[in-house]
Nanobody, 132 residues
Framework: QVQLVESGGGRVQPGGSLRLSCAASGFTLDDYAIAWFRQAPGKEREGVSCISSGDGTRFYGGSVKGRFTISRDNTKKTVTLQMNNLQPEDTAVYYC?????????????????????????WGKGTLVIVSS
C-alpha cells in the first residue's frame, strides 16, 4: 500500500525550530520527487519545498527560503524538512506528497509549487503552531 506519513509537528515559539519527517512506504522513494505543502486555516494549500530524485535539486517557496531545508534519504525512505526561525505565519498543517504526473522524478522550477494536480499519495498532515 502506497503511503506517506508526516510527523514532527508541534507547538514552538517564534524563532524556534522543528524537524518534520515524511516516511514513505509501498513504493520506491528514489523514483519520485517529493514536495512539502502547507495549509493554514482559511487559506489555500501552499508549496513549501520540493526535492527531486537523482540529483536532489531543491526548490523553496519564497516565504521559507533561507529558513527551511529539505533533504531526502532514499535508503531510510524519508524526506525531512528542517524548519528554523519559525514565525507565526508558518502556522499550518504540513503535508508531503509525491509527484505522480509528468516527469515524476523532477521538480520543475516554474510549476512545482502551483500544480497540485501533479501530486498524489498525500499524507494526512502534521500540525505546526508557532505562537508565544
Amino acid at each position: 500500500q502506497v503511503q506517506l506519513v508526516e510527523s514532527g509537528g508541534g507547538r514552538v515559539q517564534p524563532g524556534g525550530s522543528l524537524r518534520l519527517s515524511c516516511a514513505a512506504s509501498g513504493f520506491t522513494l528514489d523514483d519520485y520527487a517529493i514536495a512539502w505543502f502547507r495549509q493554514a486555516p482559511g487559506k489555500e494549500r501552499e508549496g513549501v519545498s520540493c526535492i527531486s530524485s537523482g540529483d536532489g535539486t531543491r526548490f523553496y517557496g519564497g516565504s521559507v527560503k533561507g529558513r527551511f531545508t529539505i533533504s531526502r534519504d532514499n535508503t531510510k525512505k524519508t524526506v525531512t524538512l528542517q524548519m528554523n526561525n519559525l514565525q507565526p505565519e508558518d502556522t499550518a498543517v504540513y503535508y508531503c506528497a509525491r509527484k505522480v504526473q509528468g516527469q515524476r522524478t523532477y521538480c520543475y522550477p516554474s510549476t512545482w509549487y502551483r500544480q497540485l494536480s501533479d501530486y498524489g499519495s498525500w499524507g494526512k498532515g502534521t500540525l505546526v503552531i508557532v505562537s508565544s
